[in-house]
């Protein structure tokens, strides 16, 4: 019989010395039945004993009597040495195995050995009827269903499958398959099913959070658009500079720990060179990208706890399986003897619930961890991961009664059978998984996110950043400024280029209109003018028109006749600054207002407009479209004016009178109203923020052939003798 080895503990030992004294017994009783053994070999047939016989003639022939009671002490003393030899393997957690050896070439099979160890008796008839009481079935039973013969069946057994223990989980999802068995007061029973429903809501709220968009946050393609609208709109704004004149967009992309805007995009910035490994300036993709790798592993990582709850439930449930069934639970000495169908189906339905749960996280986490950009975030959120998986176990712990966790933790495990076929098929199955989930989550997920990451550094740093623009919301021009390339190098000194911004933005529409020193159509744009011809001019002239096209939303505009249908539009100023011959600037006589310097006109082109002056006669104009439309005009220019409608101020019906009259009577109503009762301008005199002087149209009526008029100089020549020209 094999040895067994031995703890160190006091225990062990006194186990040792038991079974030793049991065995002495069954040596003394051996012996006894040697003795007499002469009369039993009459009455039986002893094959292979292990024990040394005598022959049958030197036997001195007991009684029957004596006889059955050497056989039936000797089967209480294996029995009592059997069931003390399970406690001392038990108590020292060693398990007797018998597997095939190799010796050599050959293989030596010990089930051999230990056939010829076993004794098997068979009872014949006479030895029947020498031992009263007792049947030959009962004693070839009882040799059946010996020691031995359990043995070697284990080890038959085991030439081809393993037996594995499969323990009960300590965690709060074993509370539902030993409900019932353990000695508990109601409350903690109660209690324990509470933990069991708590459990489950909260891994399920767990899970459905980590699905819902506001968690996993939006797809990092949407910031690709962000990224483009803060560069087109933002990241060049000439407000947004420091003062050593350097773009926003350059310090976001360069890491400034200055900065106070856009901190978002910077940090943006910052993750993705992290991520990825990249340089400042660098934008191809680089050989070594920490951030997926660092993705990969935590990915991976992750994956293994959730396959090691799938192996933890699926041990339980086969377990479970192999478990007899009937109409009751049958537990004896902490194992199941037998288990009722309604358990088998509550421990089914709880596994399938944590298998659910476990898949859900295990998408939810992948997803997760996929669209964490930052590299000290990824490690931290996996722990947190798995933090979730492991809320049953927190709470067996931590709240379970005493009672039900000491009944739990008691439970002897379960033998399950594994056999090397189905040992490959489970390697196969890990591997086939493991293989899946890598490249799955590689190729589906980590690398369309990192040439996302490329694209979205390339619409937030990629091209010029140094440069700025500035619109003038008067003059309507947008300007643009060279910046420098970092806080330490620039191309200007500070002041120069802040005394240069300052020129250009704040200047006002008039100051502007008057830096023209001719028509910008007629001398440039048309094709009889002096400078049609000059490329460094039209060039100019074209960016204007560019300029002008794109404040008014036509930017495929290619000429002034394409945007005259804005001359007459209140915020059309750089559409009338370029298109001066277009909008009427050079002619005296059209629609008069907005035809001033402050609504875009240029003093050049008004100029000729006044020269144009010289050849009309001295009459007032009859009533035509040209003065129809002045005063059909009057109510909305007066509105946009004020910027607000004047239909609902009560002034509005003097504005209609006067508008009636004018419509009706022409020039003659200007003696009857002779200035604008809102806006106090004369209508000769006109307004230099609003219109030009009525007194081209109607110089009769304002008076032009007097001397010295105070706006002789938008009367026509025949109406006076001296006219003056402004210096």
Request: proline share 3%; with cysteine.
């Amino acid at each position: 019989m094999a040895s067994v080895a031995l703890g160190s503990s006091s225990s062990a030992h006194h186990r040792a010395e038991e079974l030793d004294e049991g065995w002495g017994g069954v040596d003394r009783t051996a012996e006894e039945l040697d003795e007499g053994l002469e009369c039993i070999c009459k009455l039986a047939t002893v094959r292979e004993l292990e024990m040394p016989t005598k022959s049958a003639g030197s036997c001195t022939c007991p009684s029957t009597t004596g006889g059955h009671s050497l056989l039936a002490q000797l089967q209480s003393d294996m029995e009592r040495v059997l069931k003390r030899m399970e406690v001392v393997e038990t108590h020292l957690g060693l398990s007797e195995k018998l597997r095939v050896e190799r010796v050599g070439n050959q293989d030596v099979d010990d089930t051999k050995e230990v056939n010829q160890n076993v004794q098997v008796l068979e009872v014949s008839d006479a030895f029947k009827a020498a031992i009263p009481g007792v049947t030959g079935a009962e004693t070839a039973g009882k040799a059946k269903n010996g020691f031995w013969k359990r043995r070697l069946d284990e080890f038959r057994f085991s030439t081809t499958t393993t037996f594995s223990e499969v323990e009960f989980e300590h965690s709060v999802w074993s509370i539902p398959i030993v409900s019932g068995l353990t000695d508990v007061g109601w409350f903690d029973r109660l209690f324990a099913s509470m933990l069991v429903l708590l459990n489950l809501g909260m891994q399920t709220a767990f899970s459905w959070i980590l699905l819902t968009d506001a968690f996993i946050g939006e797809d990092f393609e949407a910031k690709v658009g962000s990224a483009k609208v803060w560069r087109t709109s933002i990241a060049h704004d000439h407000k947004y500079s420091d003062f050593a004149d350097t773009s926003l967009v350059s310090r976001v992309c360069s890491g400034d720990g200055a900065l106070i805007l856009s901190t978002i995009q910077a940090t943006l910035v910052t993750h993705i060179n992290s991520y990825l490994g990249l340089q400042e300036r660098h934008f191809a993709p680089s050989m070594f990208e920490p951030g997926v790798l660092l993705c990969m592993l935590c990915i991976l990582l992750w994956a293994l706890c959730v396959y090691k709850e799938y192996r933890r439930i699926f041990l339980e449930l086969e377990a479970a399986i192999g478990i007899p069934k009937s109409r009751r639970t049958v537990f004896r000495q902490n194992a199941f003897v037998s288990i009722s169908w309604g358990r088998f189906l509550m421990l089914l339905v709880t596994s399938l619930a944590r298998a659910l749960i476990a898949s859900v996280l295990l998408v939810a986490g992948i997803l997760w961890l996929a669209r964490t950009t930052s590299i000290q975030e990824l490690m931290l959120n996996a722990v947190a991961l798995n933090a979730i998986l492991d809320v049953d176990e927190f709470l067996f712990a931590g709240m379970v009664p005493i009672k039900t966790q000491h009944f739990i933790k008691e439970l002897q495990p379960i033998h399950v059978r594994y056999s090397r076929i189905r040992s490959q098929f489970e390697t196969l199955v890990h591997c086939i998984s493991l293989l899946l989930l890598v490249f799955t989550s590689y190729f589906l997920l980590l690398a369309p996110l990192s040439d996302t990451m490329l694209s979205v550094k390339h619409e937030l740093c990629g091209g010029n950043q140094t440069f700025v623009a500035a619109f003038n919301p008067d003059t309507q021009f947008t300007f643009g400024k060279v910046t420098a390339d970092s806080r330490y190098a620039r191309d200007l000194s500070s002041t120069e280029m802040a005394v240069q911004a300052q020129e250009d933005v704040a200047r006002t529409m008039k100051e502007e209109a008057a830096l023209y020193p001719f028509c910008t159509e007629t001398m440039i744009m048309q094709a009889d003018g002096p400078f049609y011809d000059d490329e460094a001019l039209q060039a100019i002239a074209r960016q204007l028109l560019n300029n002008a096209a794109a404040s008014v939303g036509r930017v495929d505009a290619q000429s002034c006749h394409e945007l005259r249908d804005f001359c007459t539009s209140p915020d059309a100023r750089l559409v009338r600054l370029v298109c001066g011959d277009t909008c009427g600037c050079t002619d005296p006589t059209s629609f008069a207002w907005y035809k001033v310097e402050s609504q875009g006109c240029t003093s050049a082109c008004l100029q000729v407009g006044r020269m144009t002056l010289q050849n009309r006669s001295c009459l007032d104009s009859p009533i035509d479209e040209i003065w129809s439309n002045f005063w059909n005009a009057y109510p909305s220019v007066l509105s946009g004016w004020f910027g607000r409608p004047i239909q609902s101020n009560r002034l509005y019906s003097l504005v209609q009178q006067t508008q009636q009259a004018m419509l009706d009577q022409g020039c003659a109503a200007l003696a009857q109203f002779p200035s604008d009762f809102l806006t106090g301008s004369v209508w000769c005199q006109g307004s230099s923020d609003l219109f030009w002087p009525l007194s081209s149209l109607c110089p009769q009526t304002c008076g032009c052939d007097v001397p010295d008029v105070p706006f002789a100089n938008y009367c026509p020549g025949s109406c006076v003798v001296y006219i003056r020209f402004p210096k």
